[in-house]
């Protein structure tokens, strides 16, 4: 189980909305998670493909800065390589299909007052409430 702490949870969410404020001004993009990380593939142009490859080194460089500096992170994922590439293309085939991610819809499309976004954040909120308990009560895991 993990620790609710407050205080980090409050900086980190901070951080997050500062991050997604800052892109926003700089870029004039929603801080998107799949529609970023989908922008460094082609047939897209090499326009603004430096600021979203820096967006990706961040986001995989945090934990490991952190864990140096700081506590270790600690991150339980699956070894089982069929669950995870089920997972990931699930994760992917949503992300097309919602037209967004949980960072696009659930922070920067609620702090829009999106509409789309809102349904999108309950559709994926219950889907993930009703996941984990499954695996926890129902599968046992």
């Not at 900086?11 to 997050?16: E, V």
């Not at 991050?19 to 989908?38: F, K, N, P, Y």
Request: glycine content about 14%; aromatic content about 8%; some cysteine.
């Amino acid at each position: 189980m993990t620790e609710f702490t407050p205080l980090s949870a409050l900086a980190g969410g901070m951080m997050i909305g500062l991050s997604a404020v800052l892109l926003m001004l700089w870029e004039g993009r929603i801080a998107g998670i799949s529609g970023i990380v989908g922008r460094l593939l082609p047939p897209y142009g090499d326009k603004g493909v430096k600021s979203r490859l820096g967006f990706v080194l961040g986001l995989v460089a945090a934990p490991l800065i952190f864990a140096v500096f700081g506590a270790p992170v600690a991150q339980t994922v699956s070894s089982s390589l069929p669950l995870m590439t089920v997972a990931g293309l699930l994760v992917g085939f949503g992300s097309v299909w919602g037209n967004g991610c949980t960072s696009g819809h659930g922070v920067c499309g609620l702090a829009r007052l999106s509409l789309r976004s809102a349904v999108a954040t309950c559709v994926f909120m219950a889907v993930a409430i009703a996941t984990v308990f499954l695996v926890r009560h129902v599968l046992g895991a």
